[in-house]
């Protein structure tokens, strides 16, 4: 019992930053509190006073913000950050090391009996507000976006976004370079978003990209073939793209006109140098 609660403990120094010390973490973080008394509610359930155990399930919610149901299995290390809102039902297995945040949903979307909530195994992480719903398998080590809506499996080692969850694929370097010279090619950035919280949008903008880049080798080879066939062709060379990059914030709209400004003087300093 005690060598859990030092794990516990332990889970929260490693995952809360804002975390002083043993007396605080005991005394003012209800994860802690809920998951202590969700494991004494669960032996109750699990040695047949299920309606003791929900009683004092029900306490646990009225003293932590935090529902989880007796029946719930949960591994070991389980942290619960902030927790207000938090609901996990009764079929619902967690892993070990596995994080929640607030306002997450582990939920059921059938009102039949038997397996009906999702399994998630280790090292999961489910962001705030985030619902995984239904008896769906959540792969160890997956990520689970904030206010996402996870309602298929998840592999592990992924990471879903979006409503309803779309699982995001990291691109190779090589795909990275060829959509970012393609990117400032058409004076478009999208990938400030995507470092640290991937987004379905993006996502979709980097294909239109890719497919971009190929249309673009392929006009530049037509147009090489033409000039080689006959010499009375115009200049077939493609003009440069304006940039189409879309301002939504004002240091947006100030690093656009930076990044116009520097291409006038680079066109004046070009001009003069062949004068």
Not at 42 to 50: A, S, V, Y
Not at 67 to 91: L, N, Q, Y
Not at 206 to 223: A, E, F, P
């Amino acid at each position: 019992m005690f060598s859990r609660l030092k794990e516990d403990l332990a889970s929260v120094f490693d995952r809360d930053p804002a975390a002083r010390n043993t007396l605080d973490v005991l005394t003012t973080y209800p994860g802690l509190h809920a998951l202590l008394m969700h494991r004494f509610a669960h032996w109750l359930w699990q040695i047949g006073l299920r309606w003791l155990a929900r009683v004092f399930a029900t306490f646990a919610r009225w003293i932590t913000g935090i529902e989880i149901h007796p029946g719930a299995t949960i591994g070991r290390r389980f942290f619960i950050d902030h927790g207000m809102g938090v609901v996990i039902g009764e079929t619902a297995v967690i892993g070990d090391d596995c994080t929640l945040y607030h306002g997450v949903t582990l939920g059921g979307t059938s009102w039949k009996k038997g397996k009906r909530h999702p399994t998630l195994g280790n090292n999961v992480v489910v962001g705030a507000g985030a619902k995984v719903l239904g008896p769906i398998e959540i792969g160890d080590g997956a990520r689970i976006g904030s206010n996402a809506v996870v309602v298929k499996p998840v592999p592990k080692g992924t990471t879903v976004v979006g409503v309803p969850g779309r699982l995001i694929d990291a691109s190779g370097a090589a795909k990275a370079s060829q959509r970012n010279q393609m990117a400032e090619k058409m004076g478009f950035d999208a990938y400030g978003a995507t470092s640290d919280a991937p987004d379905p949008v993006a996502h979709a903008i980097n294909c239109m990209l890719d497919h971009i880049h190929v249309m673009d080798k392929r006009m530049q080879t037509m147009c090489q073939i033409l000039k080689r066939v006959s010499e009375e062709q115009p200049d077939l060379d493609i003009p440069e793209i304006d940039a189409c990059e879309i301002a939504s914030t004002a240091e947006e709209l100030l690093k656009l006109h930076s990044v116009e400004e520097s291409q006038v003087k680079s066109g004046k300093t070009e001009n003069s140098t062949s004068e």
